[in-house]
């Protein structure tokens, strides 16, 4: 069956980068729009970005657009997550997600939509 599997989180200052992955098994990551979410302790799990299954169009939430960006590599079935100017704000466990069912670049933003989840990698941002 297919799995996701997060990796890259850790422990970074305050203006620091990581770059996060996520390896999918199967044959049909190609066919699906993929995304990151985060949740902090005590918060709800929001929307980080998303990107179609071409890797033509992407969006990025608000609170950290200009400094983490998406992208994939199809032909490796690997999404990616680049974090930049981190901030103790960015502090979370980060999931990545797949919308299989997804109809072309049709991008979604609502986590209702996602129906495969990996395990998640916790990102720590110190003051």
């Known amino acids: 069956q297919v799995q996701l599997v997060e990796s890259g989180g850790g422990l970074v200052e305050t203006g620091g980068s990581l770059r996060l992955s996520c390896a999918a098994s199967?044959?049909?990551?190609?066919?699906?729009?993929m995304g990151w979410f985060r949740q902090a302790p005590g918060e709800e799990r929001s929307l980080v970005a998303v990107i179609s299954m071409t890797g033509d169009s992407t969006y990025v939430a608000d609170s950290v657009r200009g400094r983490f960006s998406i992208s994939r590599d199809n032909r490796k079935s690997t999404l990616f997550l680049q974090m930049s100017s981190l901030t103790p704000d960015d502090t979370a466990v980060y999931y990545c997600?797949?919308?299989?069912?997804?109809?072309?670049?049709?991008?979604?933003?609502?986590?209702?939509?996602?129906?495969?989840w990996g395990q998640g990698t916790q990102v720590t941002v110190s003051s």
């Open positions: 997600a797949a919308h299989r069912t997804a109809y072309f670049d049709t991008l979604r933003r609502d986590m209702r939509y996602y129906d495969l």
């Open positions: 199967g044959r049909a990551f190609s066919h699906y729009n």
